[in-house]
């Protein structure tokens, strides 16, 4: 076993691509590459953008110096395959067709897993992803929604809710494995996971399904005046969702999805948006309420991540409401560039099989 594994990691976003290089959980470099709107609209599909994409990752190793043949492994944030329950995977042309097709949905982190695998092909080594988006690990009773049509979906953020579970596990003394937690995501979209001993049994549709109301998304909207709405005639179909998801939460209530806009609207005296913003608070929660009864009560510790998680108001207003439930642990930002990294490592130690996507 080598002491020390170097490892590219890529992170592909709608109109940006992270990259770092690490030596083990030590970072060579990071970086964000941001794509101009108008190159991005060159393409039909997300797929079409792999070429021009890669270039540009290439290009900015070469530029830093860094050697692609000093690697030890290339790893992709995992895009919508097909669901799968949570661990490290290792790229095979399967996944890449069904990357490339988007067989649960088109969005830029298909192009991750996709990436790394023709950058490591061609470098004869292993290609990997880590708590792809599509992790599923519900339960039977949490599949259920009330109308036999629609079944609920496991949609949120499980790279970055793992990642901070296991820090939460490793700073009380034990492995994720052995501990139940709720974790709340919170960012552009906000999830809050219910995970039990190491599995997300339980989570909202972070996406455009339920749950909180976001920076960007309204969460559960009442159903009935949703139903309203859609046959209103006012609005088309990719107007409504564009409310949904992109145009709802505190963009729509004060037209930015920058928390700390809205904290400065607030020390400005603007009643409105401290409402709003405190609402936001309120629902987390809720959810959060929700999520320990899945757990009977049985809650180590209930985590705190994500970009919104570094206001330390916001954070006060869920503590207040949640804090009789369990000690809550705030890690602010997210760790998805480290998280893949560690993945990759723990395999690499042994620590962890190795899965075979199918």
């Not at 076993?1 to 470099?29: H, W």
């Not at 109308?147 to 609920?152: D, H």
Request: net charge negative; hydrophobic share 40%.
């Amino acid at each position: 076993m080598k002491e020390t594994y170097r490892i590219l990691a890529v992170n592909p976003g709608s109109t940006s691509t992270k990259i770092a290089v690490y030596d083990n959980e030590q970072p060579v470099f990071e970086e964000v590459l941001r794509h101009p709107v108008e190159e991005i609209k060159k393409y039909a599909a997300i797929c079409d953008q792999f070429g021009f994409r890669k270039e540009v990752i290439v290009n900015t190793l070469k530029e830093k110096k860094i050697s692609l043949d000093s690697l030890d492994a290339v790893v992709g944030r995992g895009g919508n395959m097909k669901p799968v329950e949570g661990g490290t995977y290792k790229v095979n042309p399967q996944m890449v067709e069904d990357l490339k097709v988007g067989v649960m949905g088109q969005h830029a982190s298909n192009l991750g897993g996709v990436i790394a695998f023709d950058i490591a092909n061609q470098l004869g080594l292993e290609a990997f992803v880590v708590d792809p988006v599509v992790v599923d690990e519900f339960e039977d009773l949490a599949r259920v929604s009330g109308m036999p049509e629609i079944q609920r979906k496991s949609k949120d953020h499980p790279l970055n809710q793992k990642a901070a579970a296991r820090q939460a596990a490793s700073e009380l003394g034990g492995e994720y494995s052995q501990f139940n937690f709720i974790v709340g995501h919170l960012g552009g979209g906000i999830s809050v996971g219910i995970h039990r001993k190491g599995r997300i049994i339980d989570v909202n549709n972070a996406l455009d399904g339920d749950g909180p109301f976001s920076p960007e998304r309204t969460g559960g909207l009442p159903v009935g005046s949703l139903i309203d709405m859609c046959y209103s005639g006012k609005y088309t179909k990719e107007e409504l969702r564009k409310k949904i998801v992109g145009g709802g939460g505190l963009v729509a209530y004060l037209g930015t999805n920058d928390g700390r806009e809205v904290q400065k609207m607030i020390k400005a005296g603007d009643q409105k948006a401290r409402l709003i913003y405190e609402a936001m608070a309120y629902q987390i929660a809720k959810e959060i309420g929700a999520g320990a009864t899945v757990l009977k009560g049985e809650v180590d510790a209930i985590i705190l991540t994500g970009g919104l998680a570094y206001d330390d108001e916001l954070m006060n207003w869920i503590k207040e409401r949640v804090g009789f439930i369990a000690r809550v642990m705030v890690y602010p930002g997210e760790f998805e560039m480290l998280a893949m990294v560690q993945g990759v490592l723990r395999v690499f130690r042994g620590q962890e099989e190795v899965k075979i996507y199918k």
